[in-house]
């Protein structure tokens, strides 16, 4: 596991949010109270068609995390997805697909809990930040958000090296 600091700006997390919600795919998912917007990719039951990925904010992030030199490119992308928590929503202590590493990235730091823990430890992560880990492996959940909105992205990539 690696933590990133300022892998996004301030600024650069302001203006992605709002980005996304506007030109991206909501999930059917919000009807269990909390928010994904499909941005690239396919995964599970989740598919969401060529025509509708992204590409122009698949671009946008990945120009982002080549200014901090992040190493994510040696890896082949499979998914890529917003979340948003609030109301007391979480996600269950999981672990992924057998295939994969994955990275989150915070993108909102106005809300109280939402904390994210890996392997029952909490990681420390503010606005701009992110966490790479091998998501098959390790568990993983947010707590749940007692006030305001945590948004963050989250990556999925095969677990080779291309």
């Given at each position: 596991?690696?933590?990133?600091?300022?892998l996004?700006?301030?600024?650069?997390?302001?203006?992605?949010?709002?980005?996304?919600?506007?030109?991206?795919?909501?999930?059917?998912?919000?009807?269990?109270g909390?928010?994904?917007?499909l941005?690239?990719?396919?995964?599970g039951?989740?598919?969401?068609?060529?025509?509708?990925?992204?590409?122009?904010?698949v671009?946008?992030?990945?120009?982002?995390?080549?200014?901090?030199?992040?190493?994510?490119?040696?890896?082949?992308?499979?998914?890529?997805?917003?979340?948003?928590?609030?109301?007391?929503?979480?996600?269950?202590?999981?672990?992924?697909?057998?295939?994969?590493?994955?990275?989150?990235?915070?993108?909102?730091?106005?809300?109280?809990?939402?904390?994210?823990?890996?392997?029952?430890?909490?990681?420390?992560?503010?606005?701009?930040?992110?966490?790479?880990f091998?998501?098959?492996?390790?568990?993983h959940?947010?707590?749940?958000?007692?006030?305001?909105?945590?948004?963050?992205?989250?990556?999925?990539?095969?677990?080779?090296?291309?």
């Amino acid at each position: 596991m690696i933590i990133y600091k300022e892998l996004f700006s301030n600024e650069f997390c302001d203006y992605l949010i709002p980005l996304i919600k506007t030109e991206c795919i909501l999930s059917e998912s919000h009807k269990t109270g909390w928010f994904v917007w499909l941005i690239w990719g396919e995964q599970g039951i989740q598919k969401l068609s060529k025509e509708k990925w992204n590409i122009k904010i698949v671009d946008l992030v990945n120009k982002e995390l080549k200014k901090s030199n992040l190493e994510i490119q040696k890896y082949e992308l499979k998914w890529l997805q917003m979340t948003e928590y609030e109301n007391n929503r979480w996600l269950r202590k999981h672990v992924d697909g057998d295939w994969n590493k994955t990275l989150i990235i915070l993108l909102s730091d106005e809300f109280v809990g939402g904390e994210t823990f890996i392997n029952d430890k909490e990681i420390e992560l503010k606005k701009g930040d992110g966490v790479l880990f091998d998501g098959h492996l390790m568990y993983h959940e947010i707590k749940p958000v007692i006030s305001g909105k945590r948004n963050a992205l989250n990556f999925w990539f095969k677990n080779t090296i291309i």
